[in-house]
């Protein structure tokens, strides 16, 4: 059975971060990762698309668990 994604460290921020800072590590990290924005760069936007899932999950998980709104 995998492991449990640590989604503190997918968003690069402290388990005892604020509910600001962790607002702010993922708008950060979505509009870095959107696929739109890195196919403009040339990247590869399949890969951005996962990356995008796991950011939104691993939001969504911690929104949830601190209910932040």
Do not use: F
Not at 23 to 30: D, F, V, W
Not at 31 to 40: G, Q
Request: aromatic residues 6%; positive net charge.
């Amino acid at each position: 059975m995998a492991a449990a994604p640590d989604y503190y460290k997918t968003l690069g921020v402290s388990k005892d971060a604020s509910a600001d800072e962790v607002k702010k590590a993922y708008r950060k990290l979505a509009r870095d990762n959107h696929p739109d924005a890195v196919k403009a760069r040339g990247g590869n936007a399949e890969q951005a698309e996962e990356r995008m899932r796991e950011i939104n999950e691993a939001y969504e998980v911690i929104k949830k668990a601190r209910g932040i709104k």
